[in-house]
């Protein structure tokens, strides 16, 4: 026994209609999944954070520090660029050079397009289809 299904030109874009509001309800829970999870110094990272929908394809982006907090850093000196030492609010006195010890990474782009995949998409799937479930 063989069954075929074709669905209509006004399915087809019924069906693409709700898979795209899926793919945007989950970019959305994305940029805010990394939004919650960044860490803030001054703001900058945080506030370069978006994304969006290309077709079937969620892009994510994000400047600033990103690099430094999603990778961490090795261990590493500071050294002045244009004088002679560094001193900074809180500092006893100036400096020739700073052995800054790394930062560990923390993955919060990772995280989020983990959690994308694995929890947000299946539940806005589910949402955006379930009219049709009947």
């Known amino acids: 026994m063989k069954w075929e299904i074709e669905f209509t030109e006004e399915s087809k874009a019924a069906i693409m209609e709700a898979l795209d509001k899926a793919l945007k309800l989950t970019m959305n829970d994305m940029v805010t999944d990394m939004i919650m999870h960044c860490p803030v110094k ?7 954070i978006r994304g969006e929908v290309e077709g079937t394809t969620i892009i994510l982006y994000a400047g600033g520090a990103i690099a430094y907090i999603e990778f961490g850093t090795p261990p590493h000196d500071i050294k002045p660029s244009e004088k002679k030492a560094l001193f900074w609010g809180g500092a006893e006195y100036p400096v020739k050079v700073v052995h800054h010890p790394g930062t560990m990474p923390n993955p919060i782009m990772t995280s989020a397009v983990h959690r994308g995949l694995l929890e947000y998409l299946p539940k806005r799937l589910q949402e955006v289809f379930a009219p049709w479930a009947g």
């Open 42 to 48: 001054t703001g900058y990272t945080r506030n370069t």
